[in-house]
């Protein structure tokens, strides 16, 4: 009997990081070609190179304090097709046969939040022509079509590129190259002791990334979970199979598995609202409008019809959180507004958390006995975070590291 073997397409993506400078580039493209040397079908998915994308931005801060959505959507996207057009004039001058797809082109659509737009769909019938043509395809990531406008899919967005076109390709797998070999047990570069993870289940993955793992988008994470996708971190340089991420079984499941770290976060605070029905949605229906994520949310007792009112919001939303907040201070009939900035949230993760009881106190005592004050705490069914000042930050994960046994396999 024989058997037809459909040549299974490879998605790959570089992050900035791999492409920051032209050596890069050329080393990257050196790669691609190894593979490429394989026969598979080869589509490549890239970041801007290096810090493209904060000096974007920060080119934007110089000519306005308020750049428009739209617009600043527009600057961003370059970042990532200079990239891709370096990429494939280096694989074309290796004689590997390329062409580089903007997001649009590739056919990544998207809804119209611009800076934070999410995938819709995606039109694969020009990547799968340019396939058929024999050519490795380079996509910029971050990037899609409303349909009429260009827009971008928040930070990390290369991430979801790959994953979304690897699903739409009917990839085996999608493999993300980055600056470390893996998924790490918290931040390699804050905690060095941190120790490199073989496989990390979705919903392990989708938490961790949540709260601030940034080796992945949590969009990213999220999709590949939903279509049962295997993502592989690994680095461009080592032959190593990185980390897996993919559904665990059950009896894998792990206490703790990991740290994550999330710094530049501000806590709001409402004092002596009114204390009546609807104003909490009074208070959060304006922010989820304006795009601002809010987390952490304390509602103290009540004293005298009046209510206390904490949260925290990422520092780089705090103005425009409070800008919300002062338009609607009369209506609540708020005493007053504050603010706290120069905080951070240390959280520990783990799918077998939330039926192992003593979790939390270990993690509250191990802050304590290095002198880090706890100022909120939040839970999930896998997870627990603390909110502290930044400037524990890589104390607490190290403290936590340490006191979960993580070096520990
Ligand atoms: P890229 O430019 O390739 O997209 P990112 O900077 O977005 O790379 O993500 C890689 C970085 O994620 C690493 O350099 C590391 O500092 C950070 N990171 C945070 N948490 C973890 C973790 N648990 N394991 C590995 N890396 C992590
Ligand atoms: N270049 C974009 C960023 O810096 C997207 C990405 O790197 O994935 O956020
Ligand atoms: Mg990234």
Known sequence: MSEVLVEQTVVAKYGGSSLATPAHIMRIADHIAAQRALGVPLVVVVSAMGDA?????????????????????LLMATGELVSAALLVMALQDRGVDAISLSGPQAGILTDGSHGRARITGV??????QEL???????????????????????????????VA??????????????????????????????????SVGYEEM????????????????????????????????????????????????????????????????????ADRPGMAADVFAPLADAGITVDGIIQNVGHDGATDLSFIVPEADLAAAERVLRGLLPDLRASALDVASGLAKVSIVGSGIHNAPGYAARMFKALGTAGINIEMITTSDIRITCVIESRHLTAAARVLHQAFELEQA
């Open 206 to 273: 989708l938490e961790l990334a949540h709260q601030g793992a940034k080796v992945l988008q949590t969009r990213s994470v999220e999709l590949a979970w939903v279509h049962g996708l295997e993502v592989r971190v690994r680095h461009p340089n080592s032959s190593d199979e990185g980390t897996s991420i993919r559904e665990v079984a059950v009896e894998a499941r792990q206490k703790v598995r990991g740290i994550a770290t999330d710094d530049g976060m501000a806590k709001v605070t409402l004092l002596d609202l």
């Open 53 to 73: 994308t904060d000096d974007l931005i920060a080119l934007a801060a110089q000519v306005t304090k308020r750049p428009d959505a739209r617009e600043l959507d």
């Open 132 to 162: 058929d043509n024999g050519r490795v395809v380079v996509v910029a990531g971050f990037q899609g079509s409303t349909g009429t406008e260009i827009a971008t899919l928040g930070r990390g967005g290369s991430d979801t590129s790959a």
């Open 123 to 128: 039109e694969p019938s020009r990547v799968r």
């Open 165 to 198: 076109l690897a699903i739409t390709l009917g990839a085996t797998r999608c493999d993300i190259y980055t600056d470390v070999d893996g998924v790490y047990t918290a931040d390699p570069r804050l905690v060095p002791r941190a120790r490199r993870l073989d």
